[in-house]
């Protein structure tokens, strides 16, 4: 089924059945001046992650980057990543699978055993001066029809969890409620709060300034993690979130 087929998207739609990364592929685009494009494929031979790990992204998954050029600074650019995260948390749970959002942007779902395994990946990135945004792109890996064993360990797949979904329905649901999203970015964090499951939990968190730990207990826009430690409130913007079994 090619995914693009009828796609009737908030934005441009460019499709590739085989392709390194789209997010790469993106990029090439904002280089050239344009804005509002999906660029989605079927399959990545290159799929990058964050912290420059690899992204294993079959035929079957849903893997896509959205170049936008918004007029915010580029302070406000992880409202944009958020934004991505809640609009494939609903579309997920729309299609029968109970995903929730670790911050800042994994989607994971239960495994049953007190785990979480991960079912989206989402990586911005910008460029842009010091008080305007350039480009935002914002790839996010959906692993949707490919089977958990195709994938890394502790990652599971619409498949896995609920079956094969129609990928152009589900990526067009993804594309409209990020359009919604990032139409009214004051609208993101109220709606990630709704969808989060790290608020609550005691979480470890390895920033560039250090680990922090203690209880999540709120989001701040455009998505600073708030954490009670035994030391004080501490506001994180960036870095790395573990769930912690409760003590
Ligand atoms: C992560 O969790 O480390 C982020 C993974 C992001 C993967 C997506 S798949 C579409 C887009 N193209 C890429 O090369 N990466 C992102």
């Known amino acids: ?19 390194p990364s789209t997010n790469d592929r993106a990029r090439e685009l904002a280089d050239e001046g344009r804005e509002d494009v999906v660029v989605l494929a079927d399959e990545q031979t290159g799929g990058r992650g964050r912290l420059d790990r690899a992204w294993t992204a079959p035929s079957g998954g849903i893997w896509l980057s959205i ?59 910008m460029e842009g001066e010091a008080d305007r945004v350039s480009w935002v792109v914002v790839g996010i890996g959906i692993n949707a029809n490919v089977d958990a064993a195709d994938l890394v360990d502790g990652a599971t797949s619409l498949r896995a969890e609920n079956g094969d979904v129609n990928r152009r329905v589900f990526t067009q649901r993804v594309l409209e409620e990020f359009h919604e999203l990032r139409s009214n970015l004051d609208s993101v964090v109220p709606a990630w709060r709704d ?32 954490v009670e430690t035994d030391d004080g409130t501490v506001r994180v913007s960036a870095g790395d979130c573990e769930h912690l079994r409760p003590v």
Do not use: C, M, S
């Open 1 to 19: 089924e090619a995914v693009e087929f009828g796609l009737d998207a908030p934005f441009e739609v460019e499709y590739h059945d085989t392709i």
């Open 67 to 125: 170049l936008l050029r918004p007029t915010v600074p580029p302070a406000d650019a992880p409202a944009f990543t958020l934004a991505a995260a809640v609009a494939t948390t609903r579309a997920a749970r729309e299609a029968g699978v109970d995903a929730a959002i670790k911050w800042p942007n994994d989607v994971l779902v239960a495994d049953g055993d007190g785990g979480q395994r991960k079912l989206t990946g989402i990586l911005t990135e």
């Open 195 to 226: 969808l989060a499951d790290t608020l609550g939990r005691r979480v470890r968190v390895d920033t560039p300034g250090g680990e922090v730990v203690g209880e999540a207990v709120d989001i701040e826009f455009p998505g600073t993690l708030v």
